[in-house]
């Protein structure tokens, strides 16, 4: 009888599990026709789409999740649908609840009337793309994932600014990380995506509905990694804006446990590996920079260059604590050291004090664009901004 039992046990247990098996591999199937079938559709540039075929109904509460994922997904983390609108709307059977079509929304700025406005698309891709291209030059022959994955983290940390306004529609794609240079959270996630895709790199999103926050996971070496650009880009808790000459790395290829520790909560990945957890560039606060085949960075004490970013040792090349280290052109940078900025030869170790704050107050930040130094200090809870042409 115990033998009779067991076996009776066994096969039970089989059936059942071959019988939920197959479950979620239909539904797994209908989930990828259905995101492929509305992928396509955008890109096709038609308004409705007909997916009575793939059996999806309203009716099941499995296929309402499968529906409800998808559309999600196309939504917030598909990228190369800037032109997409927010929301969907089905048409389904009555009497069966079996979807029949779905209907696509495009954001209002490529509509023109009730038409898809095409040209306009294709003329922003083109803007797209050229811009792409542009960035991509920062990544060079010779570098490794993790080299690339810094590098563009970095390039998206300094250039775009925060923004979830309204009035900025474009925040929530590529569109406004890349060629806006504004962008929120899942702007700068997209816009991560498609440059790391450019250099060979595998990345996706991942989201936090107790945070309503979106970033990164990116695939180095075979293991997944949180990189949260947002989290990397500081803001001033002063006037809420973006810091002159600030790139962290707390964020930047770090598993469960250490984005948790940085205040991250609600997700669900399988980022577990810890190598990088403990890495150098988490005490930088300034953006690295590749120039001569060597990687040049600051920390709080002091200027560094090294060969090799995850690898090898650092040389520093001048003592004290460095903030807003920021690049003109070549060897030539500006940072802050003590109260003063300060012109800086990394090559030839040359240093000029450029400028003081009046007195009584403190240098906090400070960029470089085109023929001026732009700077802020403050004086206790005021911040005021200034430039100097360089």
Known sequence: MKKIHWWCRLLFGLGLMLCLCSR?????????????????????????VDVKSIGLSVKSSSDKKVIDQVIEDVLNETTDLFYAGREFSVSADRSTGKIIKVNLAYDKRYLSGSKVNVSKIKKVRRQLNDEIASIMKIVRPGMSDVEKALVLHDYLARTVVYTDSSSAPWRISEEGAILKKRANCMGYALGYIVLLEKAGIEAKCVSSESMAHMWNLVKVGG????VDLVWDAPLSSLNRKNMYGYVCHDNFLVSNAAIRKT??????ASATSTKYDKKYWRKSDSSFWYQGGKYYYA??????????????TARRIKKGRILCFVRRKGY????????QAYRVDVKTRKWKAVYQPPGGTRLEQLK?????????????????????KI
């Open 24 to 48: 979620g591999a239909e539904a797994a199937d209908k989930g990828s026709q259905f995101r492929e079938r509305l992928i396509q559709g955008y890109k096709d540039y038609v308004k409705s």
């Open 368 to 388: 470089c664009s085109g023929k001026k130094i732009y700077f802020r200090y403050t004086k206790g809870r005021k911040i005021f901004s200034g430039s100097r």
């Open 299 to 312: 920390t709080n004490t002091g200027i560094y260059v090294r060969k090799r970013i995850a690898s090898g």
């Open 263 to 268: 205040g991250h909560k609600g997700f669900s």
């Open 223 to 226: 293991k997944w990694y949180h």
């Open 332 to 339: 030539k940078f500006y940072c802050i050291a003590g109260n």
